[in-house]
């Protein structure tokens, strides 16, 4: 069965049009142990389970709501999930898709690509360098100036990037979205 976040139906069902602001959020997991059975299974520090509930509070009273996920299937990147989802109240089961997990920027894009157009809101939570990479990719040099400025130089645990998407997901390319807003966790 093909999970939701990837069917695509006819542009022509999206209600919003082709031209509609779409919502995407670029997150990188957060602070993880050290050790682990294997790099894949590392699970979320202490500090890394508040930063990421922090992270959800922040989503929520930002209005941020998302319909899809695509979230590494890596033990700490599903953890970070689930303490974004309950602190923001969503519901949401995400797509775990393991090759997320070793991604560069195009591996994700094309995930991000394969989205329904009906999604208004869609999640995508994985590792650096690409998250971090796909964020500085995505941005179009008009959106919130600190926000870029801190994008620029780093993209620590836990980083969240908001940014707005005018067309469908689709057609999402470089210096195609607007950085509306960032938040970094204290780990």
């Given at each position: 069965m093909v999970p939701p976040a990837t069917v695509r139906p006819d542009a022509s069902d999206d209600p919003r049009g082709p031209s509609a602001t779409r919502t995407l959020?670029?997150?990188?997991?957060?602070?993880?142990?050290r050790q682990g059975a294997t790099d894949f299974e590392r699970t979320l520090s202490d500090r890394g389970h508040l930063d990421a509930a922090d992270a959800g509070a922040w989503l929520a009273a930002r209005g941020v709501a998302p319909q899809a996920a695509l979230v590494s299937a890596?033990?700490?990147?599903?953890?970070?999930?689930?303490?974004?989802?309950?602190?923001?109240g969503w519901s949401l089961e995400p797509e775990l898709d393991r090759a997320l997990y070793l991604a560069d920027e195009e591996v994700v894009l094309?995930?991000?690509?394969?989205?329904?157009?009906?999604v208004g809101t869609l999640v995508v939570l994985g590792h650096?360098?690409?998250?971090?990479?796909?964020?500085?990719?995505?941005?179009?040099?008009?959106g919130d100036p600190a926000a870029?400025?801190?994008?620029?130089?780093?993209?620590?645990?836990?980083?969240?990037?908001?940014?707005?998407?005018?067309?469908?997901?689709?057609?999402?390319?470089?210096?195609?979205?607007t950085v509306r807003a960032l938040h970094v966790g204290r780990g």
């Open positions: 959020v670029v997150m990188r997991h957060a602070k993880a142990e890596a033990r700490r990147t599903e953890q970070t999930w689930e303490a974004v989802a309950a602190a923001a094309e995930a991000v690509r394969r989205v329904a157009p009906t650096n360098p690409t998250m971090h990479a796909l964020a500085v990719w995505l941005d179009d040099g008009d870029r400025a801190t994008i620029a130089s780093a993209y620590p645990t836990s980083a969240t990037c908001v940014l707005d998407v005018t067309g469908d997901w689709a057609d999402l390319a470089g210096g195609r979205a």
